[in-house]
């Protein structure tokens, strides 16, 4: 796989330079613009994407994954590249075409659905053999930062709706990947509310029983 991640990641490196320039800024800019910061994938960081797929998720080929705020998109292209049909929910970002252009790069724009923070795009029941979060599963863009806690109704509400239907996406025995500790926090009593499928939820640093 050396030369699949040495292209991408010398592509993504030269649209990275391509976009600092378009806005002004400089690599030490960087860090607090985020759309930005995640937008390169690195020779180091394909490897730890096919490390997530090969020692932790170790599913079957072919399997369907499905990655919630799949951002640029490169757990879909590296999945893709091994085998696995992997599909990415993200919400809409108005004005900013950072993602957009990353993920025509990884040429997975088909295998992206955008939603507006509230209703998910439609998938049958028991689709999906896994499901991966990276910094996506508690955030809600439409409301303001005070009220993003499990205390707002609307809040609550919306995570609900969330998880029950991405319980019912999930196929029995399915695996949940949360790489966020505090998400898994919040989640968690939700989770186990509409879990009614064996569905296990994991760190994405712990390895799926086989």
């Known amino acids: 796989m050396y030369k699949d991640y ?83 929910i993200d919400i809409m970002i108005t004005g900013d075409s950072v ?12 295998d992206v659905m955008l939603y507006d923070g509230t209703t998910l795009p439609y998938f049958e029941d028991n689709t999906f053999d896994g499901m991966l979060f990276v910094l996506s599963i508690i955030r809600d863009s439409t409301l303001p930062a005070a009220r993003k806690n499990m205390s707002d109704p609307v809040y609550k509400a919306r995570m609900n709706y969330r998880i029950e239907e991405l319980i019912r996406m999930s196929k029995p025995d399915a695996a949940w990947y949360i790489t966020k500790r505090d998400h898994h926090i919040i989640i968690k009593p939700l989770f186990d509310k509409f879990n009614n499928k064996n569905i296990k939820i994991y760190g994405a640093g712990a390895r799926r029983k086989k």
């Open 6 to 88: 040495k292209d991408i990641s010398n592509k993504t490196a030269k649209l990275f330079q391509e976009i600092l320039s378009e806005k002004g800024m400089k690599n030490e800019d960087v860090k607090s613009k985020h759309m930005i910061k995640y937008l390169r994938i690195t020779e180091s960081g394909y490897e730890k994407v096919e490390r997530f797929y090969s020692q932790v998720y170790r599913g079957a080929k072919g399997d369907k994954i499905l990655d919630f705020g799949c951002g640029t998109g490169r757990y879909i292209y590296v999945g893709k590249r091994l085998g696995y049909d992997v599909k990415g």
């Open 99 to 110: 993602y957009t252009r990353a993920r025509k790069l990884y040429e997975i724009e088909d």
